[in-house]
Each structure stands twice: as C-alpha cells, then as structure tokens.
C-alpha cells in the first residue's frame, strides 16, 4: 500500500498523520480487543 499513488495522496499520508500498530490476532476475543485498544491510544 506504501507504493500507491492513491495512498500517496491522501491528505492524512501526505501531513505524515498516519501511524502503525503491531499487529493483533484478531480471533483473540476480549484480550485482543484490550491489546487493540492499547496500541491505538498509544499511538
């Protein structure tokens, strides 16, 4: 995705607003939507 000019051009991408996350099984139930949460607000 990091090589597409659509995403090149996005607004958020272009003012360097965009951040990553570790990633998170998403089969985990409560405790992975808890590390979810943590990642975002830590981001």
Known sequence: I???SL???LPCVRN???RTIPPVWP???LTAA???AE???AA
């Open 16 to 18: 360097g607003q965009v």
């Open 2 to 4: 990091a090589r597409s």
């Open 27 to 29: 089969f985990g139930g």
């Open 39 to 41: 990642f975002v607000a």
């Open 7 to 9: 995403w090149a051009n």
């Open 34 to 36: 808890a590390r979810f």
